[in-house]
């Protein structure tokens, strides 16, 4: 079995390894430190998994999983974040993520997870499956910033951040005018017109540490 790790953190990838070294036998693995750079050896290699973070310099984790899902559609990808469940995994499976594990979980969980979607399966943790459950019951009323797309939910929590436009034009690879669009077009869907607006909302909802 071969899993192919995507993080932008050489230390959380190692982590990873050992971890799953630990607790599996037969895996060999390979690494790579953002989506561009997985992108490329998922096409020039045969792998089993992709584990894949999502907030990553340039294209995310996210844009990842797109272009996987349209490449090699056969080739599951398992997201580990520090991002919450509630803002990204919806998003992540709705994309054709196989699963998506919180780094805030027990590392018996990443076992599990891994286990589950190399033999086939999917993984959702059972607070996941429950806001599901309840979203598809009507039971769970949907917040302004469900309506962002994922490029502007990502532009709105650095905003709340305190990142400037230049800031995050270079941390995400896009020029400043694209972000300044983003910008507005989040103020916009929200009805939140002003930066301390939005990071008001983003703080209240959670979005921001």
């Not at 050992?18 to 561009?36: K, P, Q, W």
Request: hydrophobic share 45%; with cysteine.
């Amino acid at each position: 079995m071969k899993i192919l790790i995507v993080d932008d953190h050489a230390v959380v990838r190692r982590g990873m390894i050992s971890l799953l070294c630990e607790h599996l036998n037969g895996l060999e693995f390979s690494e790579s430190s953002n989506a561009r750079e997985a992108f490329s050896s998922a096409m020039n290699g045969e792998w089993n998994l992709v584990i894949a973070d999502i907030g990553m310099p340039g294209r995310s984790g996210l844009d990842l999983i797109q272009d996987l899902r349209a490449a090699k559609p056969e080739l599951p990808v398992l997201v580990v974040s520090a991002h919450s469940e509630r803002d990204y995994a919806v998003r992540a499976l709705k994309l054709g993520a196989a699963g998506y594990v919180s780094k805030q979980s027990a590392p018996d969980t990443l076992v599990a997870a891994v286990n589950r979607v190399l033999a086939g399966g999917r993984y959702v943790s059972p607070a996941l499956a429950e806001h599901l459950a309840g979203t598809l019951a009507g039971g769970m009323q949907e917040a302004s910033h469900d309506a962002l797309s994922n490029r502007e939910l990502q532009v709105l929590k650095m905003i709340a951040n305190g990142m400037t436009l230049k800031e995050i034009g270079a941390e995400l690879a896009l020029s400043e005018k694209t972000v300044a669009t983003y910008r507005a077009r989040i103020s916009e869907k929200m009805g939140l017109p002003t930066n301390v607006d939005l990071t008001r909302y983003a703080m209240r909802h959670g979005l921001v540490e």
